[in-house]
């Protein structure tokens, strides 16, 4: 059962438009979520988090939405760049400081 | 400081071997984890080590296991290895209680 879940496999933007992945999580004891930005051949690298007692976190181009009473979070991209292409990967945790990690988003800039 | 180091970066083993990855985590980090990641899939969640103590576990079998040592680095073990193996594993490593990980180039692991 997967708790942590990114529905869209890809998505393609226009660059210089918004970017927004999304993820969903069953769990409601997870507190801390966070966003991951992997290139091929490369480990994932840490973008953004946000702790479960804001519904609003932004750096830069970046800001991360989450919606407790939903379950859902998502990270919106403003303007999206060429380099902003990747796979996105969605982590949640809870006390236990486990990550749980959905399985990923390919996000294309298109020129 | 220097950031996580995984040796090596390309194996191929066949099946039924055995194999060991090694990670060094980023200097005062002692928590290290290991992730496997496969074609379409997220990354899957192996083991955590903390301080030479497995902390955390996710549902792979006895096959994989790992150890951390005194000093933080970690290795990894895969016995009897089989085709599905084939992989890029990745060891993260962040320090304490926070939910943040660094993680390494990873090791691409091919089975044949």
């Known amino acids: 059962d997967q708790q942590v879940k990114q529905n869209s496999p890809s998505l393609s933007v226009q660059e210089g438009r918004i970017s927004i992945l999304n993820c969903d999580y069953t769990?409601?004891?997870?507190?801390?979520f966070l966003w991951y930005k992997k290139y091929p051949a490369e480990g994932p690298t840490f973008l953004i988090s946000?702790?479960?007692i804001k519904d609003k976190n932004e750096d830069g181009r970046f800001t991360v939405f989450l919606n407790k009473s939903a379950k859902h979070l998502s990270l919106h991209i403003v303007p999206s760049q060429p380099g902003d292409s990747a796979v996105y990967f969605c982590?949640?945790?809870?006390?236990?400081?486990?990550?749980?990690w959905g399985a990923g988003t390919k996000l294309i800039i298109k020129p | 400081k220097a950031g996580v180091t995984q040796t090596p970066r390309y194996l191929i083993k066949t099946r039924g071997q055995q194999v060991t990855l090694s990670c060094s985590p980023i200097?005062?980090?002692?928590?290290v984890s290991w992730y496997q990641q496969t074609p379409g899939q997220g990354l899957q969640f192996l083991f955590e080590?903390?301080?030479?103590?497995?902390?955390n576990k996710g549902n792979f079998p006895g096959r994989f296991s790992g150890r951390q040592f005194s000093n933080s680095r970690s290795e990894m073990n895969v016995s009897t290895l089989e085709l599905g193996d084939s992989a890029l594993y990745l060891c993260?490593?962040?320090?304490?209680?926070?939910?943040?990980?660094?993680f390494g180039p990873g090791t691409r692991l091919t089975v044949l």
């Open positions: 993260a490593s962040s320090s304490e209680n926070t939910d943040t990980q660094y």
């Open positions: 200097s005062g980090h002692r928590s």
């Open positions: 080590y903390f301080s030479e103590t497995q902390r």
């Open positions: 769990n409601s004891m997870f507190d801390y």
């Open positions: 946000i702790s479960s």
């Open positions: 982590a949640a945790s809870d006390s236990n400081y486990q990550l749980i």
